[in-house]
């Protein structure tokens, strides 16, 4: 049994990990920067380790500071959170190479998922529906040419090392197409290191659609239903929602299983995210996430899992506490990221925050490390808060979340609340008639 977690991770998730933690009985070590040294997970921290300067690279991203710092505190295992490490599989193998537990998937299926090409193969190995595509990396100018006739235009030339939006190129004729794959080979290979690219039918006005899954070391592999992350503004997303109301149930049920036996099959073990984009009442993998992500409170208020702790659970090599049976989901969940930023311009804003007062009552949480008077140093990313909301349907759900989001003072910084205050009330957030471009489009008419 894991006795000590170190958390490789800053911001609301330390201390949302952290919490599970506390839940589980396991002693917490927190790693910080020195911008961080007063930071709320360092305090709550049974012990807690400096890793080094502000600069990401020197410290959350300082792979032997980090496993020195384990090392030293007796930790167990580490928990990487999102972002940072959380998706090297370098790092993975690393840990694991010290005799500590990785809390995330093992190193393999992290790179094969890293590799999108690699990941398509796998999920259209395992009889799952992708986009439509060149199947596999094209390998010359000539042969994407004849594989573009083939999938048809408009497509995109994507990155086999990109992902989260980066490293794509759209084509909206032949004419355009030379330079398109040009330019995602060039861009590919400075961006990362590897040029291999691949073409698929770019949909139009698709939703972004994602399946939570938790799989064990023992073949149990379960799905928490999906998410709807369509509001987004460059691949941030800013709100999401589960149930996404274009789901109905049985679908929801037999493409959930078929997606938890495919990881099953796979031999996967951890927490996982297939990302979806839906069109015309179709659903087309594009990537999988291999780690815990931002908007995974949502699904456990519909679904009252903790996430996070069978997440540690199932890394600890126990077996899943949950039967696909025994998941159900109730009600409707909302989730807002309060970005210090400004909510017209969304540059970032650091500072101190000068009085703070957090919403409550029926429905009501709030994952952050937020407190009166801590800093919010310009280093890092700029989530500071969530609101999440959970209510018997999504109007009642709407309703308490233009009540939260009224209680919620912070002060000191600009946040995003004045935008989300918006998007409660607009007319088609509130029919939920939105895809990925909504929100590009309703800041393009202001
Ligand atoms: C697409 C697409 C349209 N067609 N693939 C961007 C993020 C990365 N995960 C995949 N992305 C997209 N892939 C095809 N074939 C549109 C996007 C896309 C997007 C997807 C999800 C959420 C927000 C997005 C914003 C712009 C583009």
């Not at 995210?273 to 456990?300: K, S």
């Not at 990313?381 to 759900?397: E, F, G, T």
């Amino acid at each position: 049994m894991i006795k000590k977690i170190l958390i490789a991770n800053r911001g609301e998730i330390a201390v949302r990990i952290l919490r599970a933690c506390k839940d589980l009985g396991i002693q917490t070590v927190a790693v910080h920067s020195t911008a961080d040294a007063e930071a709320m997970c360092v305090r709550l921290a049974d012990e807690s380790v400096c890793i080094g300067p502000p600069a990401p690279r020197e410290s959350y991203l300082n792979i032997p500071a980090i496993i020195s710092a384990a090392c030293i505190t007796g930790a167990d295992a580490i928990h990487p959170g999102f972002g940072f490490l959380s998706e090297n599989a370098t790092f993975a193998h690393m840990v694991e190479e010290h005799g500590l537990m990785f809390v995330g998937p093992k190193a393999d299926h992290i790179a094969m998922m890293g590799d999108k090409i690699m990941a398509k193969k796998t999920i259209t190995k395992l009889g799952l529906p992708t986009v439509p595509g060149s199947g596999g990396a094209v390998t010359s100018a000539d042969k994407a040419l004849r594989a573009a006739a083939e999938i048809g235009y408009p497509l995109l030339v994507k990155a086999a090392g990109g992902g989260g939006g980066r490293g794509m190129k759209v084509a909206r004729s032949k004419t355009e197409f030379a330079e398109a794959y040009e330019t995602a080979k060039r861009e590919a290979a400075i961006a990362f290191g590897n040029d291999r690219v691949y073409l698929e039918k770019y949909l139009e006005k698709p939703r972004h659609i994602e399946f939570q899954i938790i799989a064990d070391k023992y073949g149990n592999a379960v799905h928490l239903g999906e998410r709807d992350c369509s509001l987004q503004r460059r691949n941030q997303k800013i709100w999401e929602e589960a149930p996404s109301v274009v789901l109905n149930p049985e679908f929801r049920d037999e493409f959930g299983r078929k997606i938890a036996q495919s990881m099953s099959q796979l031999g996967y073990v951890g927490v996982g995210t297939l990302e979806f984009l839906y069109e015309d009442g179709q659903l087309f993998f594009i990537e999988m996430n291999t780690r815990i992500q931002v908007e995974h409170p949502i699904t456990e208020m519909i679904t009252g899992v903790d996430i996070i702790r069978e997440q540690i659970l199932v890394a600890d090599g126990q077996k899943l506490s949950i039967r696909q049976d025994d998941i159900s989901f109730r009600g409707h969940a909302i989730e807002c990221r309060i970005n210090a930023e400004n909510y017209k311009t969304f540059i970032p804003s650091a500072g101190t925050i000068s009085n703070y007062h957090c919403p409550g009552g029926p429905g009501i949480r709030v994952d952050s490390a937020l407190y009166d008077g801590c800093k919010i140093p310009p280093y890092y990313d700029s989530l500071i808060a969530k609101l999440i909301v959970h209510a018997n349907d999504r109007q009642q759900c709407l309703a308490r979340l233009r009540r939260a989001l009224r209680e919620y003072v912070i002060d000191g910084v600009d946040t995003l609340m004045p935008l989300h205050i918006e998007l409660a009330d607009n007319i088609n957030v509130v029919n939920a008639d939105f895809d990925i471009h909504f929100l590009e489009k309703l800041y393009n008419t202001l």
